[in-house]
């Protein structure tokens, strides 16, 4: 006889939210997945349908040999992703990348759900997730639902969750010219890690500074949406285009003012700098100080570029402002994906903190692990850093800093720096390497239900087990 197992509930049927559900009936967990499309939707959906793409219909390269996010996606190929098998059933020509029919896409991880016997789709806003619920996964997304939210943020404090992320960019320390840049804070004051050289600086003469500015101006920018113009985000976090619109000199004043910094190279006072501090605890990734921008991806890369000592810059994130609801997530979750303050909240997805359709789904997959964990009574145990999901697990509940955490696509920083003096290919491809091993070794620590479909009866019910929470 089967012991009733508590369920799992899943607020969200997004990528994040289908994908944890996914895993953890998989793992022979029962679970309620709920969401509240059509009966509410939100700004940017258009359907009902589970996992609906709201913008472009990549998942971006697919080369897990020299692109993160390509790693990222072969890694959950092999944790069984429902996501990823999706995505390679619904693909579209798209070179290199991963693009999809995002109908079929959509229809195929919606039809695997309900054919789920282990998974009962509930349509349902849900406000406050009841007490009863000891297991919830929360995957609400960047369009949360304000009910919820306000819930959340009732238990989380209300600096905790962010309704807009204003993020600048951020650069691979070791793609930074140090012949040009130097390390010091301003006055040799104290900096944020408690030393007076927290800072890289790289100058700029008043020329470079004036067709710094020209560019800024000039450069092509992406539009806010309708719905996202009535935020008032502007006056605490203005984009650097904005500033620059004010006068010249405006960023010379702000983010870019030089006081108190001295270039040791030359001995002369900046006109002006772009200060980068650093961005995670590894050391490897390091942001763009007061950047944050609307300026199109192409061009910030372009304009970013005539910094001095950024003339070979690698991004790990470029700029951007968006309407999104995420929490302050190394502040507040614990490794497994719980909330410190209630275990028996587990979130999920861009509401994290991560950035993008493939790491959603990717902290979903995890998410739904851990929970399935816990439903047997077993603790999580987190993939190793060397993985990609372990690297951007381990940036959003411990690597990043808190008080600058904004959301994040994973990228190259946020693994271990391998030993070696390798490079560019090789280094991706070792990193590659690393990466698919500890991920295998770490596949076979987990008791995975490998004859799950064999236990799936036909008239097993998710929604039996749970009392009286459903009309
Ligand atoms: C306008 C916009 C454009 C974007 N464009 C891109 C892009 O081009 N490429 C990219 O990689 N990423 C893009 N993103 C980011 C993208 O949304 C996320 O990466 C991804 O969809 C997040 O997955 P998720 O599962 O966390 O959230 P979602 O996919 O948004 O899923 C959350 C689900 O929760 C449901 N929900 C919300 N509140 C409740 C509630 N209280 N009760 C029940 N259900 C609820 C929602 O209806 C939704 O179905 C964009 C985001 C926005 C807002």
């Given amino acids: 006889m089967r012991l009733a197992m508590i369920p799992i509930h899943v607020i969200g049927g997004g990528l994040a939210g289908s994908e944890a559900a996914w895993q953890a009936a998989e793992l022979e967990a029962d679970v309620v997945l709920h969401e509240m499309r059509p009966l509410r939707m939100t700004e940017a959906h258009q359907t009902s349908g589970l996992a ?12 897990w040999e020299n ?51 282990r998974i009962a789709l509930v349509r349902e806003e849900v406000s406050v997730p009841p007490r009863e619920w000891s297991n919830t996964i929360i995957a609400t997304g960047p369009l949360t ?30 793609s930074i010219d140090m012949e040009i840049a130097w390390l010091q804070s301003r006055y040799d004051k104290q900096g944020p890690g ?72 030359t001995g ?4 002006a700098v772009v200060q980068l501090r650093q961005d995670n605890a590894l050391g490897t990734l390091w942001n763009m100080v007061g950047f944050q921008t609307k300026l199109k991806h192409g061009e910030q ?6 910094i001095p000592g950024l003339a070979n810059a690698r991004f790990a994130r470029l700029g951007g402002i968006h309407r999104n609801t995420f929490l302050n997530s190394p502040k507040l979750l614990a490794g497994d994906l719980r909330l410190k303050a209630d275990p028996g909240w587990r979130f999920a997805g861009q509401i994290t903190g991560v950035e993008g359709y493939v790491e959603s789904a990717a902290i979903g997959l995890l998410a739904g692990r851990f929970a399935a964990a816990a439903a047997r009574g077993e603790s999580a145990t987190p993939p190793p850093p060397e993985t990609a999901l372990g690297a951007l ?7 990043a800093d808190a008080k600058t955490f904004q959301p994040m696509n994973i990228n190259y920083g946020l693994f271990p720096p391998l030993t070696g003096k390798e490079r560019g290919r090789d280094k991706k491809k070792l990193m590659a390497q690393r990466a698919l091993s500890a991920l295998e070794a770490w596949l076979r620590t987990r008791t995975m239900a490998s004859d799950s479909r064999a236990n799936h009866g036909a008239d097993h019910d998710p929604l039996a087990a749970v009392s009286g929470n459903f009309s």
């Fill in 67 to 117: 692109n993160a996010v390509g790693l990222l996606h072969e890694e959950m190929r092999r944790a069984g992703s429902l996501i990823m098998a999706s995505a390679d059933l619904s693909k579209v020509p798209a070179g290199g990348a991963l693009a999809v029919d995002r109908d079929a896409f959509s229809q195929h991880i919606q039809s695997r759900i309900l054919g789920h016997p």
């Fill in 145 to 174: 639902s304000a009910a919820l939210a306000s819930a959340i943020q009732k238990l989380t404090g209300e600096e905790s969750l962010a309704f807009f992320d204003a993020i600048a960019p951020i650069v691979e320390r070791d």
């Fill in 52 to 63: 609906e793409l709201v913008c472009s219909n990549s998942l971006r390269s697919d080369d």
């Fill in 194 to 265: 408690g030393g007076t050289a927290d800072y890289v600086n790289c100058p700029m003469a008043s020329g470079e500074y004036r067709q710094f500015v020209a560019a800024l101006l000039h450069g092509d920018k992406t539009e806010f949406h309708e719905w996202e113009k009535s935020t008032p985000y502007f006056e605490g976090c203005l984009p650097i285009e904005v500033m620059a619109v004010r006068g010249e000199d405006t960023l010379r004043f702000g983010p870019m003012k030089p006081v108190g910094l001295r270039n040791p190279k």
């Fill in 393 to 399: 697990l381990a940036h959003i509940t411990a690597g």
């Fill in 301 to 306: 890369v372009r304009i970013f570029r005539t």
């Fill in 268 to 271: 002369e006072r900046p006109y």
